[in-house]
């Protein structure tokens, strides 16, 4: 079992920074992707970034070039560092982790944490 601890959430202006991190605790050698999701109020969840354990990162369109994911060598905690904010970023962010051990493969996500890009 992974449990997950997202922090870094908060209030920022537009053309801002801010940095998010996730930390894993658990069966951590059985994690696999690691990811940050997002969820707008009327919106479906989608996928911001994942980062495999060979280190391919995977970026959707409206973040890329904005948004970096990376993880620690341990593959404990994940970070997304997001630069140049939009208020279009504001959303609940989650982070997720795909685990692959011997009871089959499985999804964990966290509680998520508040984005608000705002003036």
């Known amino acids: 079992q992974v449990q997950l601890v997202e922090s870094g959430g908060g209030l920022v202006q537009p053309g801002g920074s801010l940095r998010l991190s996730c930390a894993a605790s658990g069966s951590t050698s059985s994690i696999s992707v690691m990811g940050w999701y997002r969820q707008a109020p009327g919106k479906e969840r989608e996928l911001v970034a994942s980062i495999t354990d060979g280190g391919d990162t995977n970026y959707a369109d409206s973040v890329k070039g904005r948004f970096t994911i990376s993880r620690e060598n341990a593959k404990t905690t994940v970070y997304l560092q997001m630069s140049s904010l939009k208020p279009e970023d504001t959303s609940v962010y989650y982070c997720?982790?795909?685990?692959?051990?011997?009871?089959?493969?499985?999804?964990?996500w966290g509680q998520g944490t508040q984005v608000t890009v705002s003036s």
């Open positions: 997720k982790v795909q685990t692959s051990s011997g009871s089959g493969i499985h999804e964990c």
